[in-house]
């Protein structure tokens, strides 16, 4: 990705090395990094309630290397080109595009939807409107799952501001009032087609930024690789040796890859709608 030199979002709130104490939580795409925590769930009921922080604001932390620093940065300028892609987007819709913020952070992690460590990986808290991000993740992603390369990352940023979108569009009320309603085999049903929407949106940025000249020969297939290696069927199959479709939460590889395929054809965030999708009820 064409990144260096661009500018970056000034809403990034950095807490890297400020620590606090730890409740239990997790993320939504945080639970790839939850591998056996599968079968069992880990997501959080929102609460709205706002929390008060400074843009910008970074505690001291002596031991951040200068690559952690740089890749702050690129995530910085990620979420800065959700921005314009997704206020011009809004726009065209004659509605305004409230941001998000992003908050790095380092080993654990409180939010208006609990708290969380980095193992946790990545997470939107729609009771906060904020994205979080443990940039050691990235080191996750290359390693552990086998998804190296920039656009990688990019992915994620764009998924979890997928789930920010959702919220403005009203589907994550929708889906915290499904929970308790519904059987835990129906709930899971509806949080794949939810999360199969965010890969979507990510799809429909790619295409946005694309245009923009920011893609380099291969990030798209970087995405592809991500969206592939944390599929539930995978991550089952290598976490057990087996699979068990009723406890999907995210959906399967070839599911998330042909939703960001779809976005990024397609461009259109009218065509996302997994909800009414056939092929997922």
């Known amino acids: 990705m064409r990144w260096m030199g661009r500018q970056g979002s000034g809403n990034v709130e950095d807490r890297r090395g400020m620590g606090g104490p730890i409740a239990v939580g997790g993320g939504i ?3 790839i ?4 925590n599968l079968l069992t769930g880990g997501n959080v009921d929102p609460s709205q309630i706002n929390l008060p922080g400074q843009t910008n604001q970074r505690a001291s932390n002596p031991q951040a290397s200068a690559e952690e620093d740089q890749l702050a940065q690129f995530v910085s300028v990620v979420l800065k080109e959700t921005e314009d892609v997704w206020n011009a987007e809004f726009a065209k819709q004659g509605a305004d595009y409230p941001e998000p913020k992003l908050v790095l952070f380092t080993g654990q992690v409180q939010s208006a939807c609990g708290g969380a460590t980095a193992a946790s990986g ?7 409107r904020k994205l979080y991000i443990d940039l050691s993740f990235y080191n996750e992603l290359k390693s552990r799952f086998g998804a190296p390369g920039d656009f990688a990352m990019a992915y994620v940023v764009a998924h979890e501001v997928g789930h920010h979108i959702q919220t403005l569009m009203g589907t994550s009320n929708k889906m915290a009032r499904l929970r308790g309603s519904v059987s835990k085999e129906e709930y899971n049903k509806y ?5 199969l929407q ?3 949106f990510a799809g429909v940025w790619a295409n946005h930024v694309q245009g923009k000249g920011l893609l380099e020969a291969g990030d798209v297939d970087e995405a592809l690789r991500a969206a592939n290696s944390i599929g539930d069927d995978r991550l089952q199959k290598e976490a057990q040796g087996y699979v068990v479709p009723e406890s999907f939460t995210h959906g399967t590889s070839e599911q998330r890859m042909y939703w960001f395929s779809k976005g990024y054809k397609t461009g259109d965030i009218n065509q996302g709608d997994t909800f ?3 092929s997922l009820q």
């Open 29 to 31: 795409i945080g639970i």
């Open 198 to 200: 965010a890969d979507f």
């Open 191 to 195: 949080s794949v087609m939810m999360e």
């Open 276 to 278: 009414s999708d056939p």
């Open 33 to 36: 990094a939850l591998v056996f």
């Open 122 to 128: 990545p997470f939107y808290c729609p009771g906060d």
